[in-house]
């Protein structure tokens, strides 16, 4: 069965990145993209960018330009994502998800940003 | 990208029909039919209910259909059911080649 599976929870002071992988399985990775949505706490979702897996080519949504990037390693069938120069309201769930219309999710991880 | 409108709150008794709209532009969901709808229980990670404005995944409840008119798409929920309970988010491809999801519902079944 398919099954994307993500890194544990994070605790970043402002200024510092965060890398959240994205482990997944029960189908051909390259087949798919991988995006990346997050949620503050009581917010909205809120699409961040995703990654074609075939080709490594990426698109970041305009808030996130310069402090996000989106990697992926085929041979590890895992996606992956930083944010930089991270801030107070940086603090969310990051969530990834397959194709196109979000068909299978990560179970979230949690990322703290506090001083 | 500004997010898509959706009303902040519907409810319906069990038994009921509702119906949650998710207004966007002719750059987001009147461009494309590349709208999908989510729903979220506290505290798990979405679900996807339908996806290309019609089609249900395998597993989805038939109860559960979309539609779209115009820069307009709509999520509705018949026979309501109390697990039904949750919040609703539409997503749309736009012409930017990114997504925009909408504010969010919360369906209270009463």
């Known amino acids: 069965q398919v099954q994307l599976v993500q890194s544990g929870t994070e605790v970043k002071k402002p200024g510092a990145s965060v890398n959240i992988s994205c482990k997944t399985s029960?189908?051909?990775?390259?087949?798919?993209?991988i995006y990346w949505v997050r949620q503050a706490p009581g917010q909205r979702l809120e699409w961040m960018g995703w990654i074609n897996v075939a080709n490594g080519n990426t698109k970041y949504a305009q808030n996130f330009q310069g402090r996000v990037t989106i990697t992926r390693d085929t041979s590890a069938s895992t996606a992956y994502l930083e944010l930089s120069s991270l801030r107070f309201e940086d603090t969310a769930v990051y969530y990834c998800?397959?194709?196109?219309?979000?068909?299978?999710w990560g179970q979230g991880t949690l990322v703290t940003v506090s001083s | 990208q500004s997010a898509l409108t959706q009303p902040a709150s519907v409810s319906g008794s069990p038994g009921q029909s509702i119906t949650i709209s998710c207004t966007g532009t002719?750059?987001?969901?009147?461009?494309?039919?590349?709208v999908s709808w989510y729903q979220q229980h506290p505290g798990e990670a979405p679900k996807l209910m339908i996806y290309?404005?019609?089609n249900r995944p395998s597993g989805v409840s038939n109860r559960f259909s979309g539609s779209k008119s115009g820069n307009t798409a709509s999520l509705t929920i018949s026979g309501l059911q109390a697990e039904d309970e949750a919040d609703y988010y539409c997503s749309s491809y736009t012409t930017s080649a990114t997504q925009v999801f909408g504010g969010g519902t919360k369906l209270t079944v009463l």
């Open positions: 029960g189908y051909t990775f390259t087949s798919y993209s």
């Open positions: 002719s750059s987001d969901i009147g461009a494309y039919n590349y």
């Open positions: 998800a397959r194709r196109y219309f979000f068909d299978f």
């Open positions: 290309d404005v019609t």
